[in-house]
């Protein structure tokens, strides 16, 4: 609710004084399920790309809003292209969401790491092989084992930037081991960096998985992380005791330029709502420039392209010290057909990255997940 206010609420009251905005926090135990279940009429729903079209189309929620995007003058050219050219992922011909704010991916890296071993800082615009090389220097021993690089596998495999699906469109089968881009990313991603000598050793001495965030924030073994570039303000004291800063994601040689994809999050109007009009202001307003420079200053990643909204990222944010810019150094990677069954396979997926990298054995891995993951589509269908 804090998170909430801060962001939204506390501006949305000001700006609809007569509104009664009441905000529903999802729970662990009590989702949009059972919210519906009770009875509860919902306005407006908003979520990020991986849960939105599923949750909306599986409930009935969805609602075409062209008619009110029209009226309301809200113009999809001023947003960042990939993320405008989402909003047809989820339909081509109708309006289920707009975009209000972003998310991308970059490179964190804890200074202190650095300095210990006498290792030059990564920059912006590194490549993956290079990122790879600078790590190996800092896999080492030194009274306990440091580890150079790693990345959360959920956002890199999800927000991937060679614009993989996770599902093929045509035929509704999962694509992890027919489409052979996956490897290309696995080698480059996981498997380059844990080439270092005591890397594997340090992951079978941590129940077999990649360092990931206790790793980076609290034991403090490993010297760069590829994370999502909001998650600074979602573990904020944890990063006010470290000395770190960030850079933009290592990218593909084979296009220096290409960061992830974009992670935008969606509100939209439900069939539910009695009070259209009033909901699409609201939504409206959360586009507008003012409030889109409002956000962009707390460190929320606008979605409007416009230069002077995105110099103003970060600039009231307790990280305003920090390269925040990092976040739009890249390009955006295209965003691929996104299906309602792609939450579903995301841990399957996310699962195989470390076996794959302990094990080098692609084809029997990522056969037995497809496998698998065909089947959770199958019974979803069901």
């Known amino acids: 609710m804090e998170s909430w206010n801060e962001r939204f609420g506390n501006a949305l009251k000001e700006k609809f004084p007569n509104y009664t905005i009441k905000y529903i926090q999802s729970q662990k135990d009590y989702g949009i399920k059972e919210l519906l279940t009770s009875g509860e009429t919902i306005d407006i729903y908003w979520d990020s790309i991986g849960g939105f079209a599923s949750t909306l189309l599986d409930n009935g929620l969805e609602f075409d809003m062209t008619e009110l995007v029209k009226k309301h003058n809200i113009d999809f050219a001023k947003i960042e292209p990939t993320v405008a050219d989402s909003v047809k992922l989820i339909s081509p011909d109708k309006i289920y969401g707009i975009p209000v704010f972003n998310n991308n991916m970059v490179l964190y890296y804890n200074k202190d790491i650095f300095d210990k071993f006498g290792v030059p800082y990564p920059q912006d615009g590194m490549t993956w092989t290079e990122a790879s090389a600078l790590a190996a220097q800092l896999t080492r021993f030194d009274q306990k084992q440091y580890v150079g690089l790693s990345s959360s596998e959920t956002h890199m495999l999800s927000m991937n930037q060679l614009s993989i699906p996770f599902v093929d469109q045509a035929t509704e089968k999962a694509t992890i081991f027919s489409d052979e881009r996956w490897k290309q990313l696995f080698d480059t991603v996981f498997v380059g960096p844990s080439k ?10 941590h129940k077999d998985k990649l360092p990931y965030r206790i790793e980076f924030l609290q034991d403090r073994d490993l010297a760069m992380f590829a994370w999502l570039s909001s998650i600074v303000f ?6 006010k005791a470290m000395n770190w800063d960030m850079v933009s994601l290592p990218t593909f040689e084979s296009n220096p330029k290409l960061g992830s994809q974009a992670y935008p999050t969606y509100f939209t109007v439900t069939s539910m709502s009695k009070q259209p009009e009033q909901a699409m202001k609201v939504i409206a307003y959360l586009l507008s420039e003012e409030m889109q420079t409002k956000l962009s200053k707390q460190g929320v990643m606008p979605v409007l ?17 920090k390269n925040l810019a990092a976040s739009f150094y890249n390009d955006f990677a295209p965003i691929p057909f996104k299906s309602r069954y792609d939450r579903t396979l995301l841990t399957p997926y996310a699962k195989t990255v470390p076996k794959v990298v302990l094990t080098g054995d692609y084809n029997t891995i990522f056969r037995a997940t497809e496998e698998e993951t065909n089947k959770k589509i199958e019974d979803a269908k069901k």
């Open 196 to 205: 270092a000598a005591g890397y594997t050793d340090y992951m079978k001495e």
């Open 234 to 239: 979602v573990f904020p004291d944890e990063f």
């Open 305 to 321: 392209n416009d230069d002077a909204v995105i110099k103003a990222y970060g600039q009231e944010s307790v990280f305003k010290d």
